[in-house]
DNA sequence: CTGTTAGCGCGTTCAG
DNA sequence: CTGAACGCGCTAACAG
């Protein structure tokens, strides 16, 4: 800068003002700066600019795994919206950690991160998140909190509702569901939509009709607790997988394993459908979540928080996209039940 | 800091050299320093450290889709090996856009990162990366260039030679190929690796059995050039998918849509597996990428190069995996062909 | 073993 | 409309 002003002959303080426009100068010497900025290849310096102006334009993204498809998409979203904002984001993966979190949360505070992006580790104290607030603005992402405060994810309740009224308007009066590890808010939510879905339909929930209260994160856990209930006498007719693709491929595993087809030993619906999941045979059905547009709003919700700190809290459900194949039963082609229009 | 040296009574020096350990410093007065440090909360300004020790302990990460899986992968390798070293990567995705990827370099030459992460955008000039290299150190991941650099990606000349001759071993003869845009790095290599198959075994290069020269970067682009291929009297026995997952989905669609079946009209090889084609009917066979050791191995060439910054320039090659299913044409639970061992 | 001081590169008063 | 001087939080060099 110094280099820019000496070329041009003005004040570093010129300069300055040239450069971000924040007060009149006159042709003539803005010409000459630019003019020397172009010349000496000068590019200012964000450090200094952030030192002096307490604001980094940098956000911390914290997610649990950047290997799933919906984290990966929502990455997506987010630095999408953030470069048109020329903000940076700061990456950290927690593996669904907590002490990677709590240093991973730590080292971006210490970089003076303008605000976080945040997608809770199950298990996370719930004075970590209030302690989080007092230093600086978070909105969560996916896994939402029950407490009022910035957050977008899916809408998954009412999704998962819907998702199993289908099997029980299909006919199954006995449908399983693999929810996985419930500490997960948005598990919890898929488990209270299904049983929401009995509910309605006048069906008994049976407890060992619910499978995964403990930890089942991997394809192998999914499968082994899968097997079992479908080995008996009295089967299920239908199952529900709503925890993540790893358990969907579990339950798979496990059908085939006991010679069981789909749809019509067992019919299948998905809550997180990964990709090409129309080229199985039978082409599955379920829902597509809309991580990139989750991690949009997500961004976006925290840059208007940036701007009115005082503004009231929101909190922002997205619907996934509902996509009809075979594994639930129907003829190929058939249209979205009602329900999914919007 | 001036908190932490007034309540410990010492000067800001000391508190320095205390919580960076750089100089003996009394029993008492670090203790004095460290429950002062405890007492007002404080945290180290990375922000005001990076200025001082011109020195960020940032990297920049440019990759061209995030959302990909092999990108994905490569993220979190990256991110794993980084933080170990207290070292953050800011993101910049760009798409594939020529546009985004200069200015989310600019980007991150101005927030200072202390080294780059880089996957070219295809069509990148030459000069851009000489003109980069200039300024800060750069390793180039998965689109290797011919230049002397540190890199690191997939050995794919090689596999894809050993993929191809896989099918010649089954009987193949007339073996197409879809490339993809061959102005990537990757793809041309792999190109390559099916010529050399095919001259290997003595087998004719037939220009019209390789697709995608242009531009394919669609399932449905895919899908539309492999149709045409598979409908004539004269159709190839085999083809391998050597761009991505969307030009493997779009080939299946176009098999499909003939109603030929895999493997026993056309034997299929993939050399970009995607999560869970074992669960395809057939398997599918093929190659699934070291996107997570990618990413690894290119940060610690990253970091040993700002350590020696005069070192000779490395290039690391990877092998990736065989994944032995049926889409290939053999049995069941086929060991991998040799020359897979390693 | 410890304290004092200068300056990293900027943006912003304040005085002209 | 312009320029000189200050300070953001920290570390390195030097002085004690």
Same mark, same amino acid.
């Given at each position: 800068?110094?280099?820019?002003?000496?070329?041009?002959?003005?004040?570093?303080?010129?300069?300055?003002?040239?450069?971000?426009?924040?007060?009149?100068?006159?042709?003539?010497?803005?010409?000459?700066?630019?003019?020397?900025?172009?010349?000496?290849?000068?590019?200012?310096?964000?450090?200094?600019?952030?030192?002096?102006?307490?604001?980094?334009?940098?956000?911390?993204?914290?997610?649990?795994?950047?290997?799933?498809?919906?984290?990966?998409?929502?990455?997506?979203?987010?630095?999408?919206?953030?470069?048109?904002?020329?903000?940076?984001?700061?990456?950290?993966?927690?593996?669904?950690?907590?002490?990677?979190?709590?240093?991973?949360?730590?080292?971006?505070?210490?970089?003076?991160?303008?605000?976080?992006?945040?997608?809770?580790?199950? *298990? +996370?104290?719930?004075?970590?998140?209030?302690? %989080? &607030?007092? /230093?600086?603005? =978070?909105? $969560?992402?996916? @896994?939402?909190?029950?407490?009022?405060?910035?957050?977008? *994810? +899916?809408?998954?309740?009412?999704?998962?509702? %819907? &998702?199993? /009224?289908?099997? =029980?308007? $299909?006919?199954? @009066?006995?449908?399983?569901?693999?929810?996985?590890?419930?500490?997960?808010?948005?598990?919890?939510?898929?488990?209270?939509?299904?049983?929401?879905?009995?509910?309605?339909?006048?069906?008994?929930?049976?407890?060992?009709?619910?499978?995964?209260?403990?930890?089942?994160?991997?394809?192998?856990?999914?499968?082994?607790?899968?097997?079992?209930?479908?080995?008996?006498?009295?089967?299920?007719?239908?199952?529900?997988?709503?925890?993540?693709?790893?358990?969907?491929?579990?339950?798979?595993?496990?059908?085939?394993?006991?010679?069981?087809?789909?749809?019509?030993?067992?019919?299948?619906?998905?809550?997180?459908?990964?990709?090409?999941?129309?080229?199985?045979?039978?082409?599955?059905?379920?829902?597509?979540?809309?991580?990139?547009?989750?991690?949009?709003?997500?961004?976006?919700?925290?840059?208007?928080?940036?701007?009115?700190?005082?503004?009231?809290?929101?909190?922002?459900?997205?619907?996934?996209?509902?996509?009809?194949?075979?594994?639930?039963?129907?003829?190929?082609?058939?249209?979205?039940?009602?329900?999914?229009?919007?």
């Amino acid at each position: 800068m110094r280099d820019v002003s000496r070329v041009a002959g003005v004040s570093t303080s010129t300069v300055s003002h040239v450069v971000n426009g924040t007060r009149r100068v006159s042709d003539e010497l803005r010409q000459r700066v630019l003019n020397a900025v172009d010349a000496v290849q000068y590019r200012q310096d964000a450090l200094a600019r952030a030192m002096r102006m307490s604001r980094t334009n940098t956000i911390g993204l914290v997610i649990s795994d950047a290997g799933d498809h919906v984290f990966a998409d929502m990455v997506r979203g987010i630095e999408h919206e953030a470069r048109e904002h020329g903000i940076t984001p700061l990456l950290a993966n927690t593996g669904e950690e907590l002490e990677r979190q709590q240093t991973s949360v730590r080292a971006l505070l210490s970089r003076r991160v303008d605000g976080l992006l945040l997608t809770e580790v199950p *298990g +996370t104290p719930d004075e970590f998140l209030d302690e %989080l &607030l007092k /230093e600086i603005p =978070v909105v $969560l992402m996916d @896994r939402l909190s029950t407490h009022g405060l910035d957050q977008v *994810g +899916t809408d998954s309740t009412v999704a998962t509702r %819907l &998702l199993v /009224e289908h099997l =029980v308007e $299909l006919g199954h @009066r006995d449908i399983a569901a693999l929810v996985g590890d419930t500490r997960v808010p948005t598990l919890r939510e898929r488990e209270q939509g299904y049983l929401e879905a009995l509910e309605r339909a006048g069906l008994p929930a049976r407890g060992d009709r619910v499978l995964g209260v403990d930890k089942i994160t991997t394809r192998a856990a999914a499968r082994s607790v899968v097997g079992p209930l479908f080995s008996g006498s009295e089967r299920p007719t239908a199952i529900i997988s709503a925890s993540h693709s790893a358990g969907t491929a579990g339950i798979l595993d496990a059908l085939r394993e006991l010679g069981l087809t789909v749809p019509e030993d067992v019919a299948l619906v998905i809550f997180d459908l990964f990709q090409y999941s129309d080229l199985f045979t039978p082409k599955l059905t379920g829902l597509v979540q809309p991580g990139y547009r989750i991690g949009q709003e997500a961004m976006r919700l925290l840059l208007s928080r940036l701007e009115h700190p005082d503004a009231e809290p929101q909190t922002i459900r997205l619907r996934p996209t509902f996509i009809h194949g075979e594994s639930c039963g129907c003829p190929p082609g058939t249209p979205a039940p009602s329900g999914w229009q919007a």
